[in-house]
């Protein structure tokens, strides 16, 4: 089973691939398919899909159909760096989501937020296999929560204390994986979000921010899920 990861840039990408260089220098294979590369590194294929929930969707499908290899894909993950919600996920740590869910996918009331599914459309959250869940997090000593998809990242206070109020069980925000579960959903294959806290989700401190320690936690985390996938079995798909 090969495993699709999709990440929203190439310094993510890279983090994910960089625990499976060549020793000798040699560069990561890359297969070149129309307006994207997918890099190549252990049990997994590598893209950098773009920002957003609406690029990571796109580039999740093209990259699916797009896969002639003989191993078919059996997982997707989203992967990258994230905001924190603080006493959940400090700064530098891991999240492995319990559950992947569109936080600013709906409509506003005079009552409040209404998400897209008690509008009467489609939904709001994907459960990725709690087997697998455990298995990552217990692996990487991730913290299990539910991570935020949004559009727009949150910079304020007020619109924290907004989220945490409709979203009691967020351990993260990001932006990519509700659009990647929607692409993997769509072809009946699991999925799977992992986020390195680069910063604290509220008011925006750019100078605050640990990108790069992030990234280190990215490339770690990964080395150290290879076996955890490896040694995961097509027959767990269905026990969230």
């Known amino acids: 089973m090969r495993v699709l990861v999709v990440t929203a840039v190439p310094a993510e990408r890279d983090a994910v691939t960089r625990t499976f260089e060549d020793p000798s220098g040699a560069p990561v294979p890359v297969r070149r398919v129309p307006g994207a590369e997918i890099h190549r590194a252990g049990p997994f294929d590598v893209l950098a899909g ?19 290899g003989p191993d078919p894909y059996g997982l997707v993950v989203s992967a990258g ?8 996920a ?30 009467g459309f489609g939904r ?3 459960i990725p296999p709690r087997s697998l869940v455990r298995a990552a997090a217990d692996a990487t000593g991730a913290v299990i929560g539910d991570v935020l998809t949004v559009s727009t ?5 007020g619109r924290t204390a907004v989220l945490l109020t409709a ?3 967020a351990a993260a925000e990001a932006m990519e994986g509700f659009g990647v579960a929607e692409a993997a959903g769509a072809v009946g294959l699991p999925v799977l979000e992992i ?10 401190d750019r100078d605050a921010w640990r990108i790069g320690d992030a990234l280190a936690a990215l490339a770690t985390a990964f080395g150290k899920l290879a076996p955890v996938l490896e040694g995961w079995t097509s027959h767990d798909h269905h026990d969230a």
Request: no cysteine.
């Open 167 to 169: 979203h009691p069980a």
């Open 90 to 119: 400090p700064v530098g740590s891991l999240v492995v989501a319990r559950r992947v869910v569109a936080a600013d996918l709906g409509a506003e009331t005079p009552e409040g937020f209404v998400p897209v599914t008690g509008l």
């Open 153 to 157: 990242v949150t910079g304020s206070a």
């Open 81 to 88: 760096i994230g905001g924190g919600f603080a006493g959940a």
């Open 124 to 126: 709001d959250r994907h």
């Open 195 to 204: 986020r390195a806290v680069s910063n604290a989700v509220g008011p925006r």
């Open 50 to 68: 773009g920002v957003g929930p609406a690029a990571a969707a796109a580039a999740t499908a093209f990259a699916l159909a797009s896969h002639d």
